[in-house]
């Protein structure tokens, strides 16, 4: 049974920092690409950031230099790393692992950024 599982949320000032972690459940976790999505309120679901099996990264122009993503494939874990965050950073982040077509996610963590 595939399972993506998140943690890390939660309620930050602005400025603050957060790290989302996830545990993918997949076999040859290390061949995915896997990163981080979300959807704030009103907004459709987009990429944040992702890193691919070779570890090459690319992230959303709006966090560039603010967020860190990274995986550790002994463990089959990504990561984000989120540095001073802003109200519109709140959203609900989801944990994606994609490999030739084949998309599956976590069920999503709430981060929410206070002015």
């Known amino acids: 049974q595939v399972q993506l599982v998140e943690s890390g949320g939660g309620l930050v000032q602005a400025g603050g920092s957060l790290k989302l972690s996830c545990v993918v459940s997949?076999?040859?976790?290390?061949?995915?690409?896997v990163g981080w999505y979300r959807q704030g309120p009103g907004k459709q679901r987009e990429l944040v950031a992702a890193i691919t099996s070779g570890g090459s990264t690319n992230y959303a122009d709006s966090v560039k230099g603010r967020f860190t993503v990274s995986r550790d494939n002994g463990k089959n874990t990504v990561a984000l790393q989120m540095n001073s965050l802003k109200p519109e950073d709140t959203a609900v982040y989801y944990c994606?692992?994609?490999?030739?077509?084949?998309?599956?996610w976590g069920q999503g963590t709430q981060v929410t950024v206070s002015s």
């Open positions: 994606n692992a994609e490999l030739a077509g084949a998309n599956y």
């Open positions: 997949l076999r040859r976790f290390s061949m995915y690409r």
